[in-house]
Nanobody
Framework: QVQLVESGGGSVQPGGSLRLACATS????????MGWHRQAPGKERELVAS???????DYVDSVKGRFTISRDNAKNTVYLQMNSLKPEDTAVYYC??????????WGKGTLVTVSS
């Protein structure tokens, strides 16, 4: 069982930055892929960024060049640095861990609001 706890959400003006953190209950080395997903009101949940155990990353087109996913193995934490935020980035952001057996674990989410 993997438990995930997100933090770092909040309200920010357009053009601002936030850094989300996802603390895991197990060593990140035991997780195949870590990802950040988001769900805006009235929309389906979408993958924003992912980071594999080998270090490869992937981003949805709408955040490329603005968001960066990274990890701190010593802290068992994955981060999502979000820069140049736009109102359309407003959503609940969820952390997801996929084990090497293919099991998905989700955090409870953290709200990001981008508004002037």
């Amino acid at each position: 069982q993997v438990q995930l706890v997100e933090s770092g959400g909040g309200s920010v003006q357009p053009g601002g930055s936030l850094r989300l953190a996802c603390a895991t209950s197990v060593s990140i080395s035991r997780i195949n892929v870590m990802g950040w997903h988001r769900q805006a009101p009235g929309k389906e949940r979408e993958l924003v960024a992912s980071l594999s155990s080998l270090g490869s990353t992937d981003y949805v087109d709408s955040v490329k060049g603005r968001f960066t996913i990274s990890r701190d193995n010593a802290k068992n934490t994955v981060y999502l640095q979000m820069n140049s935020l736009k109102p359309e980035d407003t959503a609940v952001y969820y952390c997801k861990a996929r084990s090497f057996l293919g099991t998905d674990y989700w955090g409870k989410g953290t709200l990001v609001t981008v508004s002037s």
